[in-house]
């Protein structure tokens, strides 16, 4: 069993950043594809960042440039580096775990097998 624990969300003006942890439970995190997926008011889930074993990082279209997703493997953390916030972030923002090995960080959520429960980003204009 893996636990997710995600922090760093927050209120934040347009243009500004702000960094999300996800801690891990367990030994074989290093093993794991993590993922970074979000749900906005009234929207479906939707992927947002992704890295892999080897740390191969996958974004959506929306990211931009804008945000950047890393791994501590010495500490069980992922996180994701968000910059240049809109309006349009604003949403919660999940942690997923995937332990089954593939070597490409999947998009679709229902690949990862853990969830954290989330933390909430607002972005005000």
């Known amino acids: 069993q893996v636990q997710l624990v995600e922090s760093g969300g927050g209120l934040v003006q347009a243009g500004g950043s702000l960094r999300l942890s996800c801690a891990a439970s367990?030994?074989?995190?290093?093993?794991?594809?993590m993922a970074w997926f979000r749900q906005g008011p009234g929207k479906e889930r939707e992927f947002v960042a992704a890295i892999n074993r080897s740390g191969g990082r996958t974004y959506a279209d929306f990211v931009k440039g804008r945000f950047a997703i890393a791994r501590d493997n010495a500490k069980n953390t992922v996180y994701l580096q968000m910059k240049s916030l809109e309006p349009e972030d604003t949403a919660n923002y999940y942690c997923?775990?995937?332990?089954?090995?593939?070597?490409?960080?999947?998009?679709?959520?229902?690949?990862?097998?853990?969830w954290g429960q989330g933390t909430q980003v607002t972005v005000f204009s």
């Open positions: 367990g030994r074989t995190f290093s093993s794991y594809n």
């Open positions: 997923a775990a995937d332990a089954t090995f593939r070597a490409t960080a999947s998009l679709d959520s229902r690949r990862y097998e853990y």
